[in-house]
């Protein structure tokens, strides 16, 4: 499987160099089952997602994200992150590419509490919600299956939305071994964080947006005479105005060392300016 160049789309493919998330997740997933094959009754009970044990193993939503059922399992969904996780995470930056996976997962968990409660394993809904993503941000994406077959990514989720929607009202009534209400949890997840804009990436526009705002308002005449208008005087209006025009000039300076380099290269000092300028944002 591998991916080309669309509008919109840098050129991935084979060679792809995992980002630092992915290659942390596609490392502890790995070492995980390393793990289950030395002590697999042990990882299985203590680790796995088990609805009866929910109270005694509180942390089972979220690792049963690392267990796999056999090799394939844990291949088949490894080398989707590898492939649909970079290009993401390239985007959004590590923290919140990780907070969506495991937002995903934990709907996976979720769906199938809700539905069919049984013990599950594997990063599957975390997968899906990933490879949605991906569909959501590149939909017309070739994807080549088996290098071959071109595919667009937006018909390929498509298609394993069906599959899991299919597969888990197959599942709600003989069952099939596979957690097909965790995939769909997965998609489901990812649809609604993605659609209700929780991404941190959302909120730094709507301050870059506030911050161009208030710029023009300082360079505007019509309109610097409207906001001086409102202060008590016309010399304090426009330091305010120089004064904000400051800030938001580091503001910019913030938001251009995010796209270059992502939210976890941030010092403690630029994510309370991020901060304080957000909550005055709101506030007015």
């Known amino acids: ?36 094959l030395v002590l697999s009754d042990f990882m299985f009970d203590w680790f796995a997602f088990q609805p009866r044990q929910i109270v005694f193993r509180p942390w089972g939503p979220f690792t049963y994200m690392f267990l796999h059922g056999d090799l394939m399992h844990l291949f088949g969904n490894m080398l989707f992150l590898f492939f649909f996780g970079p290009p993401l995470e390239a985007r959004w930056g590590e923290r919140e590419f990780l907070r969506f996976y495991v937002v995903c997962g934990l709907g996976g968990v979720a769906l199938s509490f809700l539905f069919m409660p049984a013990s599950i394993v594997g990063a599957s809904a975390a997968v899906y919600g990933v490879m949605l993503a991906f569909a959501m941000n590149w939909p017309n994406a070739p994807i080549y299956v088996f290098g071959i077959f071109p595919v667009l990514a937006k018909y390929l989720v498509a298609f394993f939305g069906i599959v899991a929607l299919l597969g888990a009202t197959g599942s709600a009534q003989g069952g099939s071994g596979v957690a ?34 208030k710029r023009r308002l300082a360079i505007v005449p019509g309109e610097e005479k409207e906001e001086e208008h409102a202060t008590a005087s016309r010399g304090r209006g426009r330091e305010k105005l120089r004064e904000n025009e400051a800030l938001y000039d580091q503001v910019d300076a913030v938001l251009d060392k995010i796209s270059a380099e992502g939210m976890s290269s941030l010092t403690q000092a630029e994510l309370r300016l991020l901060d304080e300028v957000s909550k005055k944002h709101r506030t007015n």
């Open 180 to 213: 097909h209400f965790a995939h769909l949890g997965g998609l489901v997840a990812g649809w609604l964080y993605l659609k209700a804009d929780f991404r941190t990436g959302k909120v730094l526009e709507g301050v870059q947006r506030a911050a161009r705002r």
């Open 1 to 36: 499987m591998s991916y080309q160049t669309s509008p919109g789309f840098n050129s991935f493919g084979i060679g792809l160099t995992p980002t630092p998330m992915v290659k942390r997740l596609l490392i502890a997933n790995a070492v995980v089952f390393a793990l289950q």
